[in-house]
C-alpha cells in the first residue's frame, strides 16, 4: 500500500489488424468503472469532501458529455481509518457542482464533518455496497499546523494580536516553520511542500458609511516551495519573499482607483491576511509531476497519482494564518483611503 504508482500512458498495439477502410474497434464507450477519486484533507476546514467520479471516452466534445451526464458514482462505502485507529464513514450526499453550469449540476460526493487530526496517516478504503474487497486504497499523512515566523503579531495589554505594518513597496518576506517549536514536544516533520498567499479585503465607497465590500482578492502561490528547500531570507527556516512592488503592482492591475477604494486598516483589523499552507507528499507530488506547464503535449511524461485501483490524488494540507496592515506608502500606492503621498521625496 505504500507504493508510489507512476502512470505511463502508453499505447499498446496487440493483436489489432487495421483492414482496409473498416475496424471493429469502437471508439465510443459508455463510462467505466475505473475510479477517479479527488479528496484533500484539511483539519481547518469543518468538512471533508471526497469526490469520486468513473472515467468516459466519447467520440465528440467531452465538456457537452460532462455536461449532461452524471460521471460521479452512487452506492459506494467510502471510509477514512487513520493510524490510530478511529474509523469515519462518509456520508453520500447530492451537491451542486457548478454554478456556471459548465458541468452536470447534480453529483454526488462523500462528505464527513468529523475531525481531521495533524500528524496522523488516514487510509481512504473504497468499496461497493454489499462487496467485501475492496476497490480503492490510498493515503495521506496530514502536516502540521506551519509556524508562521515573519510577519509577527504582536500581543498587547490592551488586545491580543496587533497588526504589525507592512512595506508592500519593499520586498515581502514571509517565513516560517513546519510547526511551533515546543521543548517538550516537537513533532516529526510531514510536510513535503508549502504555498503562501496574501488575501486583501476591501471595498469601494459609496457614500459616507456606506462601502460596497469586493471578494476577497487574493495574490499566489506564485510557486510551491519544498521543504528541503534552503531558506531565502536568512531566518534561519523556510521562507518566501515577494519581489519589490510584486504586490503593488498586483494590487494596481486589479482595484480601480477611481472608484474610491478603501481598506480597514487599523492596528486590530483584520485587511490582509498572511497564509502558509503546508502540503503532504503525495499531493505535492501529484500537482508537480502532473503539471502541464512542465511539458508539451509531444513530449512522454509521467502521471502520477497515489489512488491504487484508481487514477486521481487522496492528500492533505494544514495551514495558518497572521494578519497585517499596510503602511501609509503602501496604501497611497495602492489608492487606498486616498491616503496621501507620506514622503516628502515620494513612496516608489
Known sequence: MSKIYF????????????????TDFDTTAEPK????????????????????????????????????????????????????????AMESVDASMDINGLWYPHQTIYKTK???????????????????????????????????????EIDTIIAPRKRIAAAFEQAFPVGFAHTEYNANENPPKVSFGYEVRLYFNYGYLQSVGDTLWQPEL?????????????????FGTHCYQFKKREV?????????????????????????R????????????????????ASSFVSIRPEYTNVVGGVGVFGSINTKSHFVRLNNCSLHLACFNNEPNPSPSGCK
Open 7 to 22: 502512470i505511463r500512458f502508453i499505447i499498446i498495439l496487440s493483436g489489432l489488424f487495421l483492414v482496409e477502410c473498416s
Open 33 to 88: 468503472e475505473i475510479l477517479v477519486v479527488y479528496g484533500t484533507l484539511n483539519p481547518q476546514q469543518p468538512a471533508q469532501i471526497i469526490k469520486i467520479a468513473q472515467a468516459f471516452l466519447t467520440d465528440g466534445d467531452a465538456i457537452i458529455y460532462a455536461k449532461n451526464n452524471d460521471i460521479s458514482i452512487k452506492s459506494l462505502t467510502v471510509v477514512l481509518e487513520d493510524n490510530k485507529g478511529t474509523i469515519i
Open 114 to 152: 468529523d475531525s481531521i487530526h495533524p500528524g496522523r496517516t488516514y487510509y481512504l478504503k473504497i468499496k461497493k455496497q454489499g462487496e467485501s474487497e475492496l476497490r480503492t486504497i490510498a493515503r495521506t499523512t496530514v502536516p502540521n499546523t506551519p509556524y508562521i515566523i515573519r510577519p509577527q
Open 218 to 234: 487574493r495574490i499566489g502561490p506564485i510557486s510551491m516551495i519544498r521543504d528541503s528547500d534552503d531558506p531565502q531570507c536568512n
Open 248 to 272: 503593488i503592482d498586483f494590487l494596481n492591475r486589479r482595484i480601480d482607483c477611481g472608484r474610491k477604494p478603501v481598506i480597514r486598516n487599523g492596528y486590530f483589523d483584520d485587511a490582509v
Open 274 to 293: 498572511v497564509e502558509v499552507t503546508a502540503i503532504d507528499t503525495f499531493l505535492y507530488n501529484y500537482v508537480y509531476i502532473n503539471n502541464s506547464s
